[in-house]
C-alpha cells in the first residue's frame, strides 16, 4: 500500500476530481486539503510513522490553492493564530 501511495505521488501531476467539492470554485477543496496535509502529518509523526504519506495533500493543495492564501495560513500558524483546528 505504501508504494502504491508513493507511485502516485510519483506521477501526480495536478488535483484530481474530489466528489466532495463537485462546483467550479475550489476554495473549500484547496481549505481541506490544506488541513488534511497538516492533520495527517501530525497524526503520522505522534505514531512514528513515514510523514512523507501526507505528500499527496501537500500537492493537491500547491496545486489548488493560491501561494499567497499558503504563505498567510502559514504566517499565522507560526503566529499561533491560524483559525483551523491542526
Given amino acids: 500500500m505504501v508504494e502504491d501511495i508513493k507511485i502516485k505521488i510519483k506521477n ?37 510513522g513515514d510523514v512523507s504519506m501526507c505528500e499527496w495533500y501537500r500537492r493537491v493543495y500547491k496545486s489548488l490553492c493560491p501561494i499567497s492564501w499558503v504563505s498567510s495560513w502559514d504566517d499565522r500558524q507560526a503566529e499561533s493564530t491560524f483559525p483551523g483546528k491542526i
Fill in 12 to 48: 501526480y501531476k495536478t488535483a484530481p476530481f474530489n466528489s466532495r467539492f463537485p462546483n467550479q470554485n475550489q476554495t473549500r477543496n484547496c481549505w481541506q486539503n490544506y488541513l488534511d496535509f497538516y492533520h495527517c502529518e501530525k497524526a503520522m509523526a505522534a505514531k512514528g
